[in-house]
């Protein structure tokens, strides 16, 4: 009996350790991909079988070659970073005021309702029917540009900070008035964080207004850079390969400024939902 005992802890110990089951294959994952896949597979047969003609629409191999060759120290390269700067630049601008101006009209809804018809009723307005006035105004210059975008940027911005002090949830603001809260108190310890979520989606909508309406200006104000500029450029010479890599420039640009400030979010408010 004291053999076979001790024998077991022995035979135990010279045992190989289990191996832990393989991974499932996750397709999933690959989802996102299917959408550009079939775009571009789409976008190929219709040249190949030339339903539009290759004058006006280039293969998307051609197109994305041009796009490289163009990035990597061509002269689009010069022109994504004009658009990049005046797009952050105007969304600095429009995050400075439009976040803790949209947080204090919040605070006090009688104070935002005061001036929703005027936030709603430009927000409502395409801002580049504003660009003769921002002309008037600011001249054929850069700062015209980056003013026009902010203006749009500003007021998505401002919405969503309002309406996220606003919509906080009243449990929470019930509860630290009736353990004794000032109402300086709930503001910076509850209506702030509350607000944060809607505040990162007024930012996210916001960068994308900005850039959208920065390539605007650069198409129809007059510039001498900038990713509109290259597009309407290259378009009015039939050069459609450049024309189609600065589409793509531009869009891969809002796409990754979106991305960025999806992570961002999910790193600043990370307690969201519970």
Same mark, same amino acid.
């Given at each position: 009996?004291?053999?076979?005992?001790?024998?077991? @802890?022995?035979?135990?110990?010279?045992?190989?350790?289990?191996?832990? @089951?393989? /991974?499932?294959?996750?397709?999933?994952?690959?989802?996102?991909?299917?959408?550009?896949?079939?775009?571009?597979?789409?976008?190929?047969?219709?040249?190949?079988?030339?339903?539009?003609?290759?004058?006006?629409?280039?293969?998307?191999?051609?197109?994305?070659?041009?796009?490289?060759?163009?990035?990597?120290?061509?002269?689009?390269?010069?022109?994504?970073?004009?658009?990049?700067?005046?797009?952050?630049?105007?969304?600095?601008?429009?995050?400075?005021?439009?976040?803790?101006?949209?947080?204090?009209?919040?605070?006090?809804?009688?104070?935002?309702?005061?001036? &929703?018809?005027? =936030?709603?009723?430009?927000?409502?307005?395409?801002?580049?029917?504003?660009?003769?006035?921002?002309?008037? !105004?600011?001249?054929?210059?850069?700062?015209?540009?980056?003013?026009?975008?902010?203006?749009?940027? *500003?007021?998505?911005?401002?919405?969503?900070?309002?309406?996220?002090?606003?919509?906080?949830?009243?449990?929470?603001?019930?509860?630290? /008035? =009736?353990?004794?809260?000032?109402?300086?108190?709930?503001?910076?310890?509850?209506?702030?964080?509350?607000?944060?979520?809607?505040?990162? $989606?007024?930012?996210?909508?916001?960068?994308?207004?900005?850039?959208?309406?920065?390539? $605007?200006? &650069?198409?129809?104000?007059?510039?001498?850079?900038?990713?509109?500029?290259?597009? !309407?450029?290259?378009?009015?010479?039939?050069?459609?390969?450049?024309?189609?890599?600065? !589409?793509?420039?531009?869009?891969?640009?809002?796409?990754?400024?979106?991305?960025?400030?999806? =992570?961002? &979010?999910?790193?600043? *408010?990370?307690?969201?939902? /519970?």
């Amino acid at each position: 009996m004291t053999a076979t005992t001790s024998a077991t @802890p022995a035979a135990a110990s010279g045992a190989a350790p289990a191996k832990a @089951p393989p /991974r499932k294959f996750d397709a999933s994952r690959f989802l996102p991909l299917i959408g550009p896949l079939a775009l571009f597979v789409i976008w190929d047969l219709v040249v190949r079988l030339q339903l539009v003609s290759p004058v006006l629409l280039p293969t998307p191999s051609a197109t994305i070659v041009a796009l490289v060759k163009g990035l990597a120290g061509g002269p689009l390269l010069w022109d994504f970073l004009s658009s990049l700067n005046r797009t952050l630049q105007a969304f600095v601008i429009a995050g400075v005021i439009g976040v803790p101006l949209g947080v204090l009209l919040g605070s006090n809804e009688k104070a935002y309702r005061s001036v &929703e018809f005027l =936030v709603d009723f430009f927000r409502s307005t395409p801002s580049s029917a504003l660009i003769p006035l921002f002309l008037m !105004i600011f001249g054929v210059t850069d700062m015209n540009k980056i003013a026009i975008a902010a203006f749009a940027a *500003v007021l998505v911005i401002l919405f969503n900070s309002a309406y996220g002090v606003i919509n906080a949830r009243k449990q929470r603001v019930m509860a630290a /008035r =009736v353990m004794g809260a000032s109402r300086w108190q709930i503001f910076k310890d509850v209506l702030i964080w509350e607000s944060l979520q809607p505040t990162f $989606v007024g930012l996210r909508s916001g960068v994308s207004m900005a850039l959208v309406i920065v390539i $605007v200006a &650069e198409m129809f104000i007059g510039s001498d850079s900038g990713l509109g500029n290259r597009i !309407i450029n290259s378009q009015q010479v039939l050069n459609v390969r450049e024309m189609y890599a600065s !589409i793509l420039a531009a869009g891969a640009l809002g796409y990754v400024l979106n991305i960025l400030f999806l =992570v961002l &979010e999910k790193r600043v *408010v990370h307690w969201s939902g /519970r």
